[in-house]
C-alpha cells in the first residue's frame, strides 16, 4: 500500500464528469492534484466552473505544460478519440504513469468494432492489449495488472451489474432480454442541446438510439465472455433531470429457480461490495438514493406472468458511471483503501 500521496493530473477538467472527478479527488486523502487540463479557458480557476469545488487547486493549464515525471496517474475525459492519441504518445516514454480513461478509446478490443461504433480509426492498437475494461467490483483482482484501465459506459454499468452474476450462475434464459433505461440528460455531455435539440427538452422524455447505441458494443463484448447465446434489445431515454440512470431489465428465470434464489444469488455475489444495495424482494424504487453518491442500488421483482421478472438498477451516471468509479478503480489500482474519498 502507498503511504505516501500520488501527484494526479486531468484532462478534460472541465466537462461535467471533469468537474465531478475533481471534486471528489479534492476530498481525497491520498491524492494531490497537480495539473487541471483544457483545450480552453487557461488561467481561470477550476471553482469558477463548479463552486462545490472549495479547496484550492492549480490553475487550468493546456496539457503540454504538464511534468510527466512527476506524475503518477493520469485521468482523461476527453471526446471519444483523443485519449488514445495522449495515452500514444506516454505510455512507453514515461513507464510509472497509469492511465484511467473515462472515455470509449479503451473499452472495445476490436479495432474495427470501434470504428464501426464510434466512427472513428483507432490510433494506437497496439495499446489495446494492454488496457483493463474495468467495472471495479468484476474486476478488481486484474487492475493490478495493467497501466491503462479503461472506465465503462454510465448504461453498461448500470446494465452489467446486476446481470453478469446471474448470467455466471445460469440463473436466467440468456434469450430475449429486454433493457429499457433511462437518463439524466448530463449523460449527453455539455453539448446536449447540440445533439438532442427537440423541442421541450427539459419537460419531455426523448427515446433515442433504438438499433445501434454505441453502448451495445461493449455490453456485446462482456456479455459474448459468458456466452455468445445473450440476446437483448436496449433502448436508452433521456428524461428531464440532470443525472441519475435507472434501467429496467425484463427477464426469463430459468423455470426451476424461484425469485428469492435470484436475490439470494445477488447478494452472495455482492455481499462483500460497499456501493452495491439490493433491496428486499419486491421494492419499488428510483434514482432518488442513488443520487451523488458511487453506489448502485437493486430491486428484484416479480412480474404477473410465470417466470418472468423485472429487476431494476440505478446508478448516478456522473459518479458510479464515470467520475466516481474511476476514482474506486484508482483506489485498486494503487492498494488505497475501496471506498476512500467516496463516502
Known amino acids: 500500500m502507498i503511504k505516501n500521496k500520488i501527484n494526479v493530473a486531468i484532462a478534460g477538467a472541465t466537462g461535467y464528469v471533469g468537474l465531478d472527478l475533481i471534486n471528489l479527488l479534492a476530498g481525497h486523502s491520498k491524492v494531490n492534484i497537480k495539473y487541471l487540463c483544457a483545450t480552453k479557458s ?71 468494432t470501434y470504428k464501426k461504433y464510434y466512427l472513428k480509426n483507432h490510433h494506437a492498437k497496439r495499446l489495446i492489449n494492454k488496457s483493463l475494461y474495468s467495472i471495479t467490483e468484476l474486476n478488481k483482482k486484474d487492475i493490478n495488472n495493467f497501466r491503462i484501465i479503461s472506465n465503462p459506459g454510465c448504461y453498461p454499468t448500470s446494465i452489467q451489474i446486476p446481470l453478469m452474476p446471474l448470467f455466471k450462475n445460469k440463473m436466467i434464459d440468456f434469450k430475449d432480454i429486454i433493457i429499457d433505461s433511462k437518463s439524466g440528460y448530463s449523460g449527453a455531455g455539455k453539448n446536449y442541446k447540440k445533439k438532442f435539440p427537440q423541442k421541450n427538452f427539459y419537460f419531455s422524455t426523448f427515446a433515442y438510439a433504438a438499433k445501434n447505441h454505441r453502448h451495445l458494443s461493449e455490453m456485446d ?75 448502485c442500488e437493486i430491486s428484484v421483482c416479480d412480474l404477473r406472468y410465470k417466470n418472468k421478472i ?34
Open 42 to 112: 487557461i488561467g481561470k480557476k477550476i471553482n469558477s466552473f463548479d463552486k462545490r469545488i472549495k479547496k484550492k487547486l492549480p490553475l487550468i493549464t493546456n496539457i503540454s505544460k504538464v511534468d510527466w515525471k512527476k506524475i503518477n496517474l493520469l485521468f482523461l475525459s476527453l471526446p471519444n478519440g483523443e485519449a488514445q492519441k495522449l495515452i500514444n504518445k506516454l505510455y512507453y516514454k514515461y513507464t510509472n504513469l497509469k492511465f484511467i480513461d473515462l472515455s470509449a478509446d479503451f473499452r472495445i478490443k476490436n479495432a474495427k
Open 310 to 343: 423485472v429487476i431494476f438498477s440505478a446508478i448516478d451516471n456522473l459518479i458510479k458511471g464515470a467520475a466516481g468509479q474511476a476514482i474506486q478503480n484508482m483506489n485498486v489500482l494503487f492498494k488505497f483503501k475501496e471506498t476512500l474519498g467516496l463516502r
Open 221 to 295: 463484448q462482456e456479455f459474448s465472455k459468458i456466452s455468445k447465446r445473450i440476446s437483448y434489445t436496449f433502448n436508452p431515454h433521456l428524461i428531464p433531470t440532470f443525472r441519475g440512470i435507472h434501467s429496467s431489465i425484463y427477464l426469463k428465470k430459468k423455470s426451476n429457480v424461484p425469485t428469492y434464489k435470484i436475490l439470494k444469488a445477488l447478494k452472495n455475489f455482492y455481499k462483500k461490495e460497499p456501493f452495491i444495495k439490493i433491496n428486499k424482494l419486491d421494492t419499488p424504487m428510483g434514482t432518488a438514493n442513488v443520487l451523488n453518491t458511487n453506489n
